[in-house]
């Protein structure tokens, strides 16, 4: 688990208040739950490696029967938020009466897993999460898709895109295939892999996992058949073609549909795309980064319209995305997409000298009346020599250095030095402002 | 622990954000831990009692020897943060290379107590800290307090003060009253409930727990004369009482030159004034509400130059000061004090409506345009009857709703409905953003 200084957390907070500020333009409401939630909420809700990665917090007191504990669940009845969907589930099926019944939230919390941290996976990390309850209409999804786009944009991302799927779709296509059920997940898991490694390897990863070899040409034909017809370009949509789908298929047309409510070069139907099946129960949602190092997903989403119903006695429909702050920020640092105000942001506009223990009052009222005219200020903590003052200046990159010296309290002036410059002159206080504010 | 919902949240940052200004106003910078801290970094850090308040983790897999396990330790290598001040000394210590050696940082973030949940106290709750690290001048004091008024000034705090002391100070009276110093902890909880009941049950409490009677009552005595000296106004200040206090007492000079440094008929010096003195070495403060049904304390601070010592081989003086959050937020809810656009926050400017499946679209358009215009727009999730989807507008109290009918489609127009009035008028889309943008 990492400590922010500074430095990461103006860059980490340029981000999170650009998601913010989208978010609620698309009429988002923040929402926040405590970090430990009941033990029993988590468990079984992320399947059995979940349930080992979840961080469970020790009894406390009394309840501690350190003698007679068999297992786990002995010692623990608390843990740590796991990911933001269950506690958005608990928190519906708990506030029926108080939330709207269409209820649009967006939650940016950390999370906590017992991962073995490696590069770019750490322990806690945050979720940028954004959810619609309670409507199965295709606007949701519209709405959701076009927020994140402009998040990107805003963000300055240019190549990246969004790809579509239904889990019908994905599903249909395995059915043709005649994949049976076992050999769904190392199936997909392997035609995942298509546009990385050559073909013969990827049939012979699902032959060697048990996948029937007719299902597995079958598949990679499917595969190829859309991949080359997605590669005569937009307009030749994929899943037109009819050696493929029949046109009254419905997952297809649901697609289609929304694709023509959102009219952006972004976006691709990507019939393979495959996450969250243990939950998605129609629309699956990708963004995927094209270009440069980093070319893998920094978030996703889908529709859910079955998972509120576990904590409550109702079943509601809900669909929502998640953004990969962590995998964004590595990316925009890599990039340098951070602008400048961001990226060498410095804790002062400027900082006041002091030149005596007798004139640390009058430094403090120049502080004073300097943020008043709107300016960041920090004053040297203490009486010192001139050129350490000037050197703690300088170490901690604050642009300007206001010096309070004896000649210039006796003209009611400062001498105000630019410190990549080193050029200085003697001003009035009003002037320092005037000089410094932007 | 709570779940915090959208008109909650509202409140919470509008808070937040006022601290975070102020504090970087004056040149503290944002610093984040992570929520969970090596067990043994905390233990031993807040007495007997705090080791028994921190929420420990459960070891994961192999590191788990349940049927070895003879205490919590064997069980626990990780807990939850209990404060924001030992990390803080923690971060200091490892990036003594990249951190300035004169730090100020501020910090807001939840801590975890396993404490009984009771009226206003929480198991998780939010600090609000500012501290600077690495100089013992009185400049530091001065700037913290200065910053913490500028806070309260700014949310509209009137009635309160800002108490004063010196550890050295206290420690002198109850020297002069000869208290030994096993009685030292009784006494100061005695004497601290002398405003609140009759001096005589004060002096048989200290008695009752073990304090000398001639102790208990020179004690009453002093605290008397300078309680009374203090009653004459704010220019007899206490403890120049020569009565109680020689001319030369360092601690006394010390606290009337900040004093100086600080002309504000805010603060006072309250010599009995005891806090935190397991780690304060010298000036200790506290804001105290004084009128209205809540007169406690809202927050406190002092000099604890021998703590972050703890953690590295160095001693590094150090000053900070933290707000209760959850008490301000109380007290601001119970008088009212949020602003009407903070209090009354709603999820949208307006919303929109859908006529029919075939014209989704358009109002999606229409929403997107609207943004443009710089408004936060929600869109009704589906084609509905007009009127459900006014119930829902009314329901999530957005202030305006934009009708798109058939009518408005033909005309290139919309109905703007302003849900207080009732009133409503076809207008164009730009005379929509120009009528609602503020």
């Known amino acids: 688990m990492r400590d922010f200084l500074p430095a990461d957390i103006r860059k980490r907070n340029y981000v999170i208040n650009i998601i913010k500020e989208v978010y609620e333009s698309y009429g988002f409401e923040p929402l926040e739950t405590p970090a430990v939630e ?51 589930a608990r928190v519906v099926a708990n506030n029926k009466n108080e939330l709207p019944n269409f209820f649009k939230r967006y939650q940016i919390q950390p999370v906590w897993r017992a991962d073995r941290p490696a590069r770019g996976r750490f322990r806690e990390f945050y979720q940028c999460d954004v959810d619609a309850i309670g409507s199965s209409s295709m606007v949701v999804e519209a709405e959701l898709i076009s927020a994140v786009g402009t998040i990107l944009r805003r963000l300055k991302f240019k190549d990246y895109i969004i790809k579509l799927n239904h889990r019908d779709l994905l599903f249909h296509l395995l059915d043709l295939a005649n994949v049976p059920k076992a050999s769904h997940e190392d199936a997909l898991i392997a035609i995942d892999k298509l546009d990385k490694i050559p073909a013969y390897q990827v049939e012979a990863e699902m032959v060697g996992k048990g996948v029937n070899a007719g299902s597995a040409s079958v598949l990679i034909d499917l595969y190829t058949k859309i991949d080359n017809a997605w590669k005569l370009g937009y307009d030749n949509n994929p899943i037109l073609v009819s050696e493929v789908l029949s046109d009254d298929n419905e997952a297809k047309n649901y697609l289609l549909q929304l694709l023509n409510l959102l009219p952006c070069e972004k976006l691709t139907i990507s019939p393979f795309l495959a996450r969250g099946l243990a939950y998605y129960s129609g629309t699956i949602m990708e963004i995927v980064l094209t270009d440069g190092d980093f070319k893998g997903s920094i978030g996703g989403g889908g529709r859910y319209d079955g998972l509120i119903g576990m904590f409550g ?126």
């Open 38 to 88: 009941n033990l029993e909420t988590l468990m079984g809700k992320y399947g059995d490696e979940g349930n080992q990665l979840v961080f469970k917090i020790l009894k406390r007191g009394e309840k501690l029967d350190l003698e007679h504990a068999k297992s786990e669940s002995d010692l623990s009845d608390l843990a740590l938020r796991y990911d933001l969907t269950v506690p958005l």
């Open 313 to 438: 006695k109702e079943q509601i429909p809900a669909c929502g995305f998640s953004l990969g702050l962590e995998r964004i920020l590595v990316v925009m640092e890599e990039r340098g997409m951070f602008p400048p105000e961001i990226a060498e942001s410095v804790p002062a506009d400027v900082m006041v000298t002091i030149w005596s223990e007798e004139t640390v009052g009058e430094s403090l009222n120049l502080a004073a009346e300097l943020r008043k005219g709107g300016l960041r200020v920090t004053v040297y903590p203490e009486a010192d020599k001139l050129g350490r003052q000037i050197k703690y200046a300088d170490s901690i990159k604050v642009p300007f250095v206001c010096v309070l010296g004896e000649s210039e309290l006796a003209e009611k002036k400062v001498t105000l030095k630019n410190m990549k410059t080193g050029e200085q002159e003697t001003i009035s206080r009003s002037e320092v402002i005037e000089a410094l504010r932007k």
